[in-house]
C-alpha cells in the first residue's frame, strides 16, 4: 500500500506528459510550481498575450468515493491552436477537449488502484488575463514548456490525509480510442 497523495502526484504527471508529448510530437517534463510561482508564470504568460492574443482556460472535475478533484488547464489561443494541428475550429473546444482527455487518462490510471472516478463536463473560457485561483494549499500546479508554448496544469484534490491505495495490475482499462458496446 502507497500514500493516496503519492500516487495521484504520479499517476497525474504521468497523464500529463502522455497527452502533451501525444500532441507536441516532443519529450515533455512538466515543472512543478508552488502557488507564487504560478502566479508569476501566469502574469507574465497574460502580459504576453494580452495585447495581441486572448488565452484560454477549461475545467474539469472527477468525482468518486474516494477521491474528488478537479484539473484546469490554461494557456494562449496561439499554443491551444498550434498543438490541435489545425483540427479544430475553436481554440475553447480544443482545450476543453485536451482538458477531458486529460482528465479520462488520469481517470484511467487511478482505475488500476481500484480507484473509481466519474468524469464531468469541461467547461471552456477565452479572454483576456485568465488565471488560476483556488486559495488551497492541496493543489499541483505544473507547467508544461514546449516548443509550441506554454501550458499551466491546475489539479486541486480531496481526500482523506490518510488514505493509502494498492495498485492492482489485473485491473485493465480501456485503451485509449476504444469502443466497447455492452
Known sequence: MRSASQIIDEEFTNAVVELFEFYSDSAV??????????????????????????????????????????????SNVDTINALCQGLADSPTDWVGELTNQLAGRFKNNLAA??????????????????????GCSEQTILAVQMSLGTVIVLLHVNITDDSSWEHHPDLVCADEGSLHLF
Open 29 to 74: 517534463k512538466p515543472q512543478f510550481l508552488d502557488r507564487v510561482a504560478s502566479a508569476e508564470l501566469l502574469r507574465k504568460e497574460a502580459d504576453n498575450y494580452a495585447r495581441s492574443n486572448e488565452m484560454v482556460t477549461s475545467s474539469i472535475g472527477l468525482c468518486g468515493d474516494q477521491v474528488r478533484c478537479s484539473i484546469g488547464l490554461l
Open 113 to 134: 488502484f481500484h480507484v473509481d472516478c466519474q468524469m464531468g463536463l469541461p467547461v471552456s473560457v477565452q479572454g483576456l488575463q485568465l488565471g488560476f485561483t483556488t
